[in-house]
């Protein structure tokens, strides 16, 4: 069997009106750097929504696909279309054998939606998902504690190298954008 393609974090935080969302660029496949710069964010709804992915890159490009057909059915509300696509992917046949999750924001939420049909309001303002995700998550809520004067993007970029610096499944090689 070959090994699948995998293994990033992606980090989301909304902070004083602004939300950003950003991964490192590192796929992994078994024990070996497959590719580092993957872009693992996409820009959706004409630079109104956010989305981010980990794990298998095709099932993720697959849900992104699915995620904005559901913001276009649903006018760009964001939580209605993460709400149909996570009951979508754990009913749906094909969807159901998926592996990814997803953290999707816009300025007013932040959601991460997996295929076990949990979409979740995070905590602080703050979404974390992949392999590095408890050290980007733990970075962040202490960056957003002792450190609000730091943009939305800033803490981002500083979990996310934090998350780096300790996880082999996470390089340094960032995209970070922010509404």
């Known amino acids: 069997m070959q090994p699948k393609i995998h293994a990033t974090t ?9 939300v950003s969302l950003g991964a490192d660029g590192q796929a992994t496949m078994g024990n070996t750097v497959a590719k580092s ?5 996409r820009v959706l709804m004409g630079g109104k ?3 981010g ?6 099932d993720a490009f697959t849900l992104i696909e699915r995620f904005e057909e559901k913001l276009n059915a649903y006018g760009g509300n964001l939580k209605r279309a993460a709400i149909e696509l996570a009951k979508d992917w754990r009913t749906d046949r094909y969807l159901r054998k998926l592996e990814a999750m997803l953290i999707v924001a816009s300025k ?3 959601l991460i939606v997996s295929g076990t049909g949990d979409v979740l309001e ?3 303002d703050i979404a974390a998902i992949g392999s590095g995700s408890m050290f980007a998550q733990s970075a962040a809520v202490a960056l957003k504690k002792h450190a609000p004067s730091l943009s939305a993007e800033e803490m981002v970029r500083e979990s996310l190298h934090i ?8 390089n340094h090689n960032l995209v ?3 509404l």
Do not use: Q
């Not at 992606?10 to 602004?18: D, E, Q, S």
């Open 163 to 170: 998350a780096a610096d300790v996880c082999i499944y996470t």
């Open 37 to 41: 710069n993957v872009r693992k964010i």
């Open 108 to 110: 007013e939420d932040l």
């Open 122 to 124: 995070p905590d602080h």
């Open 176 to 178: 970070v954008e922010t």
């Open 49 to 51: 929504v956010l989305a």
């Open 10 to 18: 992606v980090v989301g935080i909304r902070h004083n009106g602004h």
């Open 53 to 58: 992915f980990a794990g298998s890159t095709a």
